[in-house]
């Protein structure tokens, strides 16, 4: 069965941090571009961040770009998004997402809220 299941989630204060974890069991995760996206309240998902299959390559939403950082471990079948200096607006359900060619697959999201 492919699953990816999000962890690290929780409530941080304005400018802490966090280190969401995604596990992979099912596939591979070295055969697949990886992403993390967010949705908040009354919002569309969003894509946050994305990373090549062989991690030479990642990419950032402009509201998390140098806050952020996604990486992935192919040997432990694991992704990964830093995040850091974190906002009220980054309040979001954080969900892991694989993609091969038209196959993509979606964890069941973990939760952030960023409150005082």
């Known amino acids: 069965q492919v699953q990816l299941v999000e962890s690290g989630g929780g409530l941080v204060q304005p400018g802490g941090s966090l280190r969401l974890s995604c596990a992979a069991s099912?596939?591979?995760?070295?055969?697949?571009?990886m992403s993390w996206y967010r949705q908040a309240p009354g919002k569309e998902r969003e894509l946050v961040a994305g990373?090549?299959?062989?991690?030479?390559?990642?990419n950032y939403a402009d509201s998390v770009k140098g806050r952020f950082t996604i990486s992935r471990d192919n040997a432990k079948n694991m992704v990964y998004l830093q995040m850091n200096s974190l906002k009220l607006e980054d309040t979001a359900v954080y969900y892991c997402?694989?993609?091969?060619?038209?196959?993509?697959?979606w964890g069941q999201g973990t939760q952030v809220t960023v409150s005082p």
């Open positions: 099912g596939f591979t995760v070295s055969n697949y571009a």
């Open positions: 997402n694989a993609q091969f060619l038209t196959s993509r697959y």
């Open positions: 990373i090549t299959r062989t991690g030479g390559s990642t």
